[in-house]
């Protein structure tokens, strides 16, 4: 494996610059290589969209011409980017014209994420992300480096973090040993080391079922669809073309849709849905094939991918929030997913998308699963306590009073024609209701819990020692039906940054918050 090292006479750490060894090193010699690749393959659909849409227009010249500054500005990132492994921290330099030197102190590094496409894997190489707490995007990505730097990197981090745990004194519930993982130093699969602990793997027919659950194919037809309208193909010749004979023959479809046996319309309509189940498996399978997570120390790891293996760290101590998510589908089936936030992973961040830590679960392991993650966040034996008497009444007035807002001005402007609107409002009014009844909260020593979903679930667990604020609020509404409503926050930005609990009866929320921000106070918060 070729060296990564600065080109000259080195040490297995240090780089050359000016016959000066300063520990600096470059990244894979192949990197410009991969990197060219990949802007080929992200390239390729929008190049054989131009082809088919510009007649009389020497594409291919013009799409040779498109890679040229690609090539160059694949050299030019390789050319300037550098880092080295100094004592406590790693150092990152980058840029062409506008230098960037970044310092990332190896205890502040909350995960490396690795991930392997099916070159790199057969290269024994990996694309590497290193995570902060500052959440917004990745401090660091090194695109590519070998197995053993990754390793190298990993092993640094965590004797820093172990001599960081060595020296706070531990507290109960919490890791004394905090490391982050990396994807092991194989190309075949993963293979785990005697420390790691396996919690959950799914096979075959878990990916199957999630594949029918999901909706993946939707997002990728809407992209296709998109692309397709960004490069004007709409209004191209070819599709103009093919439009007029649509419309030449419309009549004649029309007619023998209506001549045709409503069956068959039926079963056409039926392989339609089949075809976009079929690809929604396919697209799950290919990205959640081998899916295990374990848990090594105080960290949660989760591996997957047929083609591109994805390897991701989540620090235990590092979770805000956990949700136990159950779409309608899911509660058919006795299925569950496993979502957390950790402290400032933001929504619409690379790592947030990953931030689930379980894709599907059967409900018989979902106990089991959770007290081998995080027992304090497991609703299982929590005690659920109902809302205010009138919550339900509030909910159901509520929507009866928008369903009014949007509904009479229809009448008065189509009358009679606008009636059958009005037999959506039962319908709404039992959503409410449903809704009303499915919440509830649950307070234990260690976490609070809120629950919610009239068709789904969905059950939140904030950890009291990441409570960070707890709002009481009061509208002129709640403060009518004596009611108040508690924010519960934490370090994290997503969606589940906290937990809102409505309707509880005004003295109840008093009193919860005085006992959470009691219990939140004697225990020290950690990051």
Do not use: C
């Amino acid at each position: 494996m070729p060296s990564e090292i600065v080109t000259g006479e080195t040490t297995p750490e240090g780089g050359v610059e000016n016959g000066v060894d300063d520990g600096y090193r470059r990244l894979h010699p192949i990197t410009p290589f991969l990197d060219f690749i990949n802007v080929i393959l992200r390239f390729l659909l929008p190049a054989a969209v131009f082809v088919l849409v510009s007649r009389g227009v020497p594409a291919e010249a013009w799409i040779a011409l498109a890679t040229i500054p690609m090539t160059a500005a694949a050299v030019l990132r390789y050319a300037f980017y550098r880092y080295r492994f100094a004592e406590d921290e790693i150092v990152v330099k980058e840029g062409v014209f506008n230098k960037r030197e970044r310092h990332i102190p190896y205890e502040r590094i909350q995960n490396i994420d690795v991930s392997r496409n099916l070159i790199q894997r057969l290269l024994g190489l990996a694309e590497a992300s290193v995570e902060t707490a500052s959440g917004t995007k990745p401090e660091a990505v090194f695109s590519v480096l070998s197995l053993s730097s990754i390793e190298e990197m990993r092993e640094r981090v965590q004797s820093a973090k172990e001599a960081v745990s060595t020296s706070i004194p531990a507290q109960a519930g919490d890791p004394r040993s905090l490391t982050v993982g990396a994807e092991d130093d194989v190309a075949s699969e993963p293979v785990f080391s005697p420390d790691d602990e396996e919690i959950l793997r799914l096979g075959i027919g878990d990916l199957l079922l999630l594949g029918v659950m999901s909706n993946r194919s939707l997002p990728f037809v809407a992209g296709i669809w998109g692309l397709l309208w960004q490069f004007d193909f709409f209004e191209s010749d070819l599709f103009l073309d093919f439009a007029q004979r649509v419309v030449r023959v419309a009549p004649d479809l029309v007619d023998g849709m209506t001549k045709t046996n409503p069956l068959f319309i039926a079963l056409s309509a039926f392989a339609v849905l089949v075809v976009l189940r079929l690809l929604s498996i396919a697209m799950t399978f290919t990205s959640l094939y081998g899916f295990t997570l374990t848990r090594q120390f105080g960290d949660l790891r989760t591996q997957m991918g047929m083609f591109t293996r994805f390897s991701s760290t989540i620090p235990i101590h590092r979770i805000q929030a956990l949700q136990v998510r159950s779409s309608l589908w899911q509660r058919w089936l006795r299925r569950a997913t496993i979502r957390v936030e950790t402290a400032g992973s933001k929504a619409g961040s690379i790592a947030a998308g990953r931030r689930w830590i379980v894709p599907l679960v059967a409900e018989e392991e979902l106990a089991e699963v959770l007290e081998r993650t995080q027992p304090e966040s497991s609703p299982q034996n929590v005690e659920w306590m109902p809302l205010h008497r009138h919550a339900v009444t509030r909910l159901m007035r509520r929507q009866f009073w928008i369903f009014g807002v949007i509904a009479l001005p229809l009448l008065i402007v189509f009358r009679f024609q606008a009636l059958p609107v009005f037999a959506l409002l039962p319908l709404l009014l039992w959503r409410a209701r449903s809704l009303g009844r499915s919440m509830g909260y649950g307070l234990t020593t260690d976490a609070v819990f809120f629950r919610r979903g009239w068709l789904g679930r969905t059950t939140t667990a904030v950890r009291l020692n990441k409570i960070q604020a707890i709002d009481l609020r009061e509208s002129p509404f709640d403060r009518r039906w004596e009611m108040a409503s508690l924010h519960i926050d934490t370090a994290s930005s997503g969606q589940a940054n906290w937990v809102r609990i409505p309707f509880l009866p005004a003295q109840v929320a008093i009193e919860i918050r005085d006992q959470l921000s009691l219990e939140a106070g004697r225990h020290a918060f950690r990051w």
